[in-house]
């Protein structure tokens, strides 16, 4: 059974609870920033702060509308991070979590790079990459993740993903009448075949800076799927051409010394 986390971002009054939860439930320290003039909390995501509530300000014919939005690691079906790792230190888990192993991850920072959400950041001091990992330790024992548990105007819903994205797709047919432009976010299948947080969206994606239409880079396929699996055709060619090599050069040797040896009893 998939998992997954809804938002509603027309529930969201942008109290932040869910990053308090999340910092709470992982121990994650302050991530101290500067007033830059903006009420959102911190500029993007870090080693530090695993989810973010972004707020938007957007005029929709001359109304100003605010956007509050829940950021975090999509947990993508088709995830780049996953495909990029080369240690596999990012992998998929039970209910569609994308899972990371800290003990295996040596910083290449290849996830950091290749997601088109541009949701893992690296730990300088620790050389790690790191993300929300969906409180797999909470899943696990059959509780939500902290920032679900956590939302007090219920904008934050956890479920098996089908009934997920039935909310999902019923909740977008009631807004409709007041945002034609409403819709749901996540379930269609996308360039990362789908992901496990949704959203029901106001507007368009973009409005909340979502990708409206997020890949996995065409260079990563060309790497992992072409590059590297030539790579080591040709290196196991270049092993098997000095395999046969040694083992010509071996039968020649040993075909000059019985060679040499005939003749010597000839002689004698």
Request: glycine share 8%; aromatic share 8%.
């Amino acid at each position: 059974m998939e998992l997954a986390i809804l938002q509603d971002v027309s529930k969201c009054t942008g109290c932040r609870a869910c990053m308090v939860a999340c910092k709470q439930w992982k121990g994650l320290p302050a991530d101290p920033t500067p007033f830059n003039d903006e009420y959102q909390s911190h500029p993007g995501l870090s080693a530090k702060t695993y989810t973010l509530i972004r707020m938007r300000e957007h005029f929709d014919n001359g109304t100003l509308r605010w956007h509050f939005v829940k950021f975090q690691c999509m947990h993508c079906s088709e995830a780049a991070c996953v495909k990029a790792c080369p240690q596999k230190a990012l992998y998929y888990a039970d209910y569609g979590i994308v899972a990371f192993d800290r003990e295996r991850c040596v910083g290449c920072g290849y996830c950091v790079n290749n997601c088109p959400f541009g949701v893992p950041r690296l730990d300088e001091a620790a050389h790690k990459s790191t993300k929300c990992n969906f409180c797999e330790d909470r899943v696990a024992k059959g509780m939500p993740p902290a920032c679900a548990k956590t939302c007090p105007p219920g904008a934050l819903q956890f479920g098996p993903r089908d009934k997920m994205v039935a909310m999902a797709e019923a909740r977008v047919q009631q807004l409709k009448s007041t945002f034609p432009r409403a819709q749901t976010y996540g379930i269609q299948e996308m360039g990362v075949g789908g992901t496990h947080m949704i959203y029901v969206l106001q507007d368009a994606p973009e409005v909340y800076g979502l990708p409206a239409n997020p890949q996995v880079p065409l260079s990563l396929y060309i790497w992992k799927d072409v590059v590297q699996p030539l790579g080591k055709l040709a290196m196991g060619g270049a092993v098997g051409v000095a395999v046969v090599s040694y083992l010509i050069q071996r039968y020649r040797l040993g075909a000059e010394t019985e060679a040499g040896e005939q003749q010597k009893g000839v002689g004698a």
